[in-house]
C-alpha cells in the first residue's frame, strides 16, 4: 500500500486491487502484471495527478502564445526550475551533480530502433524483432514503446512480454534468435558478400538494451487510476519494463536505460527525476541506477537544455536529436505566425535553418561540464534508409546515409540511429574507421541564451514549395494514419507516385513522421504558401497559392492512387476499414482553422475501430472537447472495467 495526499492533504491509501486492469488483461498477461508489477504501480500512481497537471499546463501555454501571438523564449536565470531547489543560472553554469557514463553506454557508435513486437502474432513470430535488433551489430538498441509501436489490442503487453523473455533468454526467444542469425546471414552473404554473425548465442550479449516509454502526453490503454482516470502511459512503461527486468539486466551487468520523448520543459524532466527516484526507492535501489537518455523533440526543450540535464541529474547520461518530432514542433509553437511556412518536407534537413541551430544548441549542451566535470552523450539522428530497391536506387540511398553519418561525426555526435537492423553495417564503419568511443567533452563554444539564438530556432530559408511536395506529403500522411489503424506505426512507406519504382526507396515512417507531413499542409493551406514552380499537372504556376481546393483536389487524387494500390503496398483489407478513416483524420486535422496538438490523438482515439461513422462521431468530439476548452481526449474509448 501506499498513501496519497490530494490537493487539500488529505491522506487515502491505495493498493494494487484499486488499479483497474481492462476486460481479463490481468490474468492472460500474467507474466507482465506480475504481483512486483502491480505494487509498483500501485506506489507511483500517486503521480498520475502531476502529469495530468503537466499536460493541461502545456495547453495553457501554447494557448497563450497563440493567443498573444508569443514566441517561445528562455527561462528567467534567477528562476528556480519547479520541483527542484536548483536556479536556472547554476543549471546553465554545470552547479548539479549529473551522472558518470556507465561502460556500455560509453561506445554507441549506432544504436537501432523499433519494436519488440509486431501485430496480431504469435509470441515465436513477433519476438523475431528482438533477435534482429540484439544480433544486428548495433551497440544500443532502443526498443520502442511509443512511435515505432503499434497500439492496437494488446501490443503494448505484447512488447513488455518480448523484452522480459529476451532478456531472460528464454527458449522461446533463443529458438527464434538461432533462425533469425541463419537468415540475416544469408542476406548478408547476398549484398556483403560475407556473414556478419560468428557465434549468434555471443552476439546476443553484445548490444545495450534500451527501452523507450510513451511521453508524458499519452495515457496507457489498459490501466486506469482509483479515481477512474486514465494512467499515465509514461509511468506504465517505466514501471513495466523496470521492475520486469532490472534484476536480470544488472546481473548480466547492463545498465537500466531508458530513453524519455516530448519533453518539454525542465519542470517535466524534474517530474521524470521523480517518478525514477520513488520506483528506485521502491526498488532498493541506489538514485541514479536508472539512467535516461533525452530525446530533444520539442522546440520548447531547446530553450532549456542545461536546466533538462540538471533537472534529471544523476539520471541523466545524453541528449538525441531527431528530425520528424522536432520540426513538428516548431510548426506547432509557430503556429499563430502567418509568416512561418515550412517549405517542402524533404527540404528540412539537419543542416535546414532552425535545424541546424537546434542541432548547435544541443552539441554544446552535452558538453558543458557539470560540477563533478562530467559530460554528456550526444547521440545523432535517425537514418530512415533501408537497403531494399534496385541497385542504383540502393547505392545512391546509402551513398547519402554514410555521407550523412560522416558529418553527424564530424560535427561531435558519439553515434547515431538507424530505423533497420540491415543498415547497422553499413553506417557504423563511419565511426569504426574513428575509432575512439565517444566525443564526451569535444571543445565547442560555450552554450548562450541570447535574442540571436532565439531567432535561431525557428530561422525559415529559402526551398521548394511546390505540388510534387504537397502530394509526397498528403500520400505519406494518409498511408501513415493506415498503417497505424493496422497496428504497423513503424511501417516502410513512400509516396504512392513511386509505388513500383526501385529505384526510390521506401523509408521507415513512423508516428512523427505522419504528423509533420499534416503540420506542414495545415501551414500551406491556412498561412497561404506560396508555390515556387510550375506544376504541369494541375496547370498551377509559381507565385499560386496553395489553397483548400488544390488540397481537396490532390486529396481525391491521392486516395484514389492508394485504392488502386497494390497489396504490397497498401493492404486489400484497409482499404474499406482503416483507410477511409485515416481519411477522415486527415481531412479534419488539416482543414480546421483550429489545429489540433498531436494527430496521434485523432488516431489512438479510433484504434480497433473499422467502423467510418464511428471514426466520424468520434472525431467531432475530439475536436469539440478541444475547441471547447483544450481538452484533449487521451484515454481508450473502448475500456471496459473487469469486474470486480
Do not use: C
Amino acid at each position: 500500500m501506499s498513501t496519497v495526499h490530494d490537493g487539500n492533504n488529505q491522506s487515502f491509501s491505495i493498493g494494487a486491487e484499486k488499479l483497474n486492469i481492462r476486460n481479463d488483461l490481468k490474468n492472460s498477461y500474467h507474466d507482465v502484471y506480475t504481483p512486483e508489477v502491480m505494487a509498483a504501480l500501485a506506489s507511483l500512481a500517486r503521480f498520475n495527478k502531476d502529469q495530468k497537471m503537466l499536460m493541461v499546463k502545456r495547453i495553457r501555454r501554447r494557448a497563450q502564445r497563440i493567443r498573444n501571438k508569443q514566441k517561445i523564449t528562455f527561462l528567467d536565470v534567477n528562476d528556480h526550475i519547479p520541483r527542484t531547489n536548483i536556479t536556472v543560472q547554476e543549471a546553465r553554469d554545470g552547479k548539479f551533480t549529473g551522472a558518470d557514463i556507465p561502460a556500455d553506454l560509453r561506445r554507441q557508435w549506432i544504436q537501432g530502433t523499433g519494436p519488440a513486437a509486431r501485430p496480431n502474432s504469435p509470441t515465436k513470430n513477433s519476438i523475431r524483432n528482438v533477435a534482429y535488433a540484439l544480433l544486428s551489430g548495433a551497440d544500443g538498441w532502443m526498443f520502442d514503446g511509443e512511435d515505432a509501436l503499434g497500439q492496437i489490442t494488446t501490443m503494448s503487453l505484447d512488447n513488455q512480454r518480448n523484452l522480459k523473455l529476451a532478456i531472460q533468454k528464454d527458449p522461446v526467444f533463443l529458438q527464434s534468435a538461432e533462425q533469425v542469425a541463419e537468415e540475416m546471414n544469408q542476406w548478408a552473404l547476398n549484398f556483403f558478400g560475407r556473414r556478419i554473425i560468428t557465434d549468434w548465442q555471443e552476439q546476443l550479449d553484445f548490444t545495450t538494451k534500451i527501452f523507450r516509454t510513451r511521453g508524458l502526453h499519452l495515457d496507457d490503454r489498459h490501466i486506469r487510476d482509483q479515481n477512474g482516470v486514465a494512467l499515465s502511459a509514461s509511468i506504465v512503461d517505466m514501471t513495466l519494463y523496470v521492475v520486469n527486468n532490472y534484476q536480470q539486466l544488472l546481473t548480466s551487468g547492463s545498465s537500466i536505460v531508458l530513453y524519455l520523448p516530448k519533453i518539454q520543459t525542465a519542470e517535466e524532466a524534474a517530474l521524470w527525476d521523480e517518478m525514477m527516484s520513488a520506483l528506485e526507492d521502491h526498488l532498493e535501489l541506489a538514485n541514479g541506477t536508472i539512467k535516461v537518455y533525452v530525446l530533444v523533440e520539442q522546440l520548447e526543450a531547446t530553450f532549456q537544455l542545461m536546466e533538462i540535464r540538471a533537472a534529471l541529474g544523476r539520471h541523466f547520461v545524453g541528449f538525441n536529436t531527431g528530425r520528424w518530432d522536432y520540426i513538428n514542433s516548431v510548426a506547432d509553437a509557430m503556429v499563430w505566425d502567418t509568416a512561418f511556412i515550412n517549405p517542402n518536407i524533404e527540404a528540412i534537413t539537419m543542416t535546414y535553418g532552425y535545424m541546424r541551430n537546434y542541432e548547435d544548441r544541443v552539441r554544446r549542451a552535452v558538453n558543458t561540464p557539470d560540477m563533478n566535470g562530467n559530460f554528456a552523450l550526444w547521440q545523432g539522428g535517425m537514418e530512415p534508409n533501408i537497403p531494399v530497391g534496385s541497385e542504383a536506387g540502393v547505392a545512391s540511398s546509402m551513398e547519402k546515409a554514410v555521407a550523412g553519418a560522416v558529418r553527424e561525426q564530424k560535427e561531435g555526435a558519439s553515434g547515431k540511429w538507424v530505423a533497420h537492423w540491415k543498415m547497422v553495417h553499413i553506417v557504423r564503419p563511419v565511426w569504426e574507421k574513428v575509432g575512439e568511443e565517444n566525443q564526451l567533452g569535444k571543445s565547442f563554444p560555450a552554450l548562450t541564451h541570447t535574442q540571436e539564438d532565439r531567432d535561431g530556432l525557428t530561422l525559415l530559408e529559402a526551398a521548394p514549395t511546390t505540388i510534387r511536395g504537397a502530394r509526397n506529403l498528403l500520400s505519406v500522411g494518409l498511408q501513415y494514419g493506415n498503417a497505424f489503424g493496422q497496428g504497423f506505426q513503424a511501417a516502410a512507406l513512400k509516396p504512392a507516385d513511386f509505388f513500383g519504382d526501385d529505384d526510390v526507396l521506401y523509408l521507415m515512417e513512423d508516428m512523427a513522421t505522419g504528423e509533420i507531413r499534416l503540420s506542414i499542409l495545415w501551414e500551406w493551406i491556412h498561412k497561404g504558401a506560396e508555390l515556387n514552380e510550375d506544376d504541369a499537372e494541375t496547370g498551377l504556376k509559381s507565385g499560386d497559392i496553395f489553397s483548400i481546393d488544390i488540397f481537396e483536389r490532390l486529396l481525391r487524387e491521392e486516395y484514389e492512387k492508394l485504392l488502386q494500390a497494390k497489396d504490397k503496398d497498401v493492404h486489400d483489407d484497409s482499404k474499406n476499414t482503416t483507410l477511409p478513416i485515416a481519411r477522415e483524420i486527415v481531412e479534419t486535422y488539416v482543414l480546421d482553422t483550429i489545429k489540433v496538438p498531436w494527430y496521434i490523438d485523432l488516431l489512438n482515439m479510433n484504434l480497433n475501430n473499422h467502423d467510418l461513422q464511428t471514426a466520424k462521431e468520434r472525431i467531432q468530439q475530439y475536436m469539440d472537447a478541444f475547441k471547447k476548452n483544450g481538452t484533449r481526449i487521451t484515454e481508450n474509448l473502448d475500456f471496459l472495467s473487469s469486474p470486480s
